[in-house]
């Protein structure tokens, strides 16, 4: 039998009262931005700086926020992305406000930014999703990965992929209709060759709430109907508290992984390939 293990009430308000403050502060740096820029891009490059300053003090210490383009050892390589979360085997690191490449072994994360969420910006972040799901991460000999067995396919073999805003027109609705249209999530069974994957996991809108691609529903976030059915897909959370879910949604869903050697390595020279991904562990 499975037990669930449920938070202090005052404990996890407190932590909540904490990032609802901190979205406050990131609402006001799109404020001040406003005030201060006419140009749009310079407005955009501070609203992004100020989402990797939120990153860089709520992530564990094991991760590093940059920006850039990532490559992969197939050749692959993605255009300028706003939010790369590094993880401790990634070689190359830059000044958060420099762009750089990194290596994709290195990379536990992508995000985007949008100052202003439209149709036409969903668009634009579902585009670099797609080149985001053509990287390919390669696991070196003897490295240790565990996740969850639905959760795999995304994080494990691609990446944790997702979208920030910090304000928009759109109603919760009109959003979920959009995603749904433009990032339609496949149903598929842990046990396929080559599920097919959307291309974002998900979206985080200030003031709005969150929205959780849930996969094929049997991911390690999951909701249930009100028959005790999974829900599958895009989901809405009714809830106004984006960054509280965006915290918690990284917490769970970056990958863990244990390495032996170099990552940059295998980019150098002829090098062999195999890991083993750990089981789900039995319930208690």
């Not at 094991?62 to 790369?84: A, C, H, M, P, Y």
């Amino acid at each position: 039998m499975t037990s669930v293990s449920r938070p202090d009430p005052a404990i996890s308000q407190r932590l909540k009262d904490a990032l609802a403050t901190d979205e406050e502060v990131l609402k006001l740096s799109l404020s001040r931005a406003r005030a201060h820029f006419n140009h749009s891009g310079m407005k955009g490059d501070a609203v992004e700086e100020a989402a990797r300053d939120f990153l860089m003090t709520h992530l564990p210490r094991r991760f590093g926020v940059g920006r850039g383009e990532v490559i992969d050892r197939k050749g692959n390589r993605t255009s300028q992305l706003d939010i790369l979360i590094l993880n401790e085997d990634q070689p190359f690191n830059y000044p958060t406000d420099q762009p750089g490449v990194y290596l994709a072994e290195g990379v536990s994360a992508i995000g985007e930014v949008k100052s202003a969420l439209t149709r036409t910006e969903l668009a634009d972040i579902v585009k670099k999703g797609a080149q985001v799901r053509a990287l390919r991460v390669v696991p070196q000999k003897g490295e240790i990965m565990y996740s969850n067995p639905s959760d795999g396919p995304r994080y494990i073999d691609s990446f944790p992929y997702f979208a920030v805003a910090t304000e928009t027109t759109m109603s919760r609705d009109s959003i979920l209709e959009a995603l749904n249209d433009l990032a339609p999530v496949p149903d598929y069974e842990p046990e396929d060759a080559s599920p097919g994957l959307a291309p974002l996991d998900a979206l985080f809108v200030l003031g709005t709430g969150a929205f959780l691609n849930l996969g094929n529903g049997k991911g390690e976030i999951s909701m249930e109907e009100s028959d005790g059915s999974r829900v599958k897909g895009w989901e809405a959370v009714a809830d106004d508290k984006a960054l509280v879910w965006m915290f918690g949604w990284l917490d769970i869903v970056m990958p863990r992984r244990i390495r032996w050697s170099s990552i940059a390595a295998p980019y150098l020279f002829a090098t062999t390939d195999g890991a083993s991904r750990a089981p789900e562990p039995p319930a208690a």
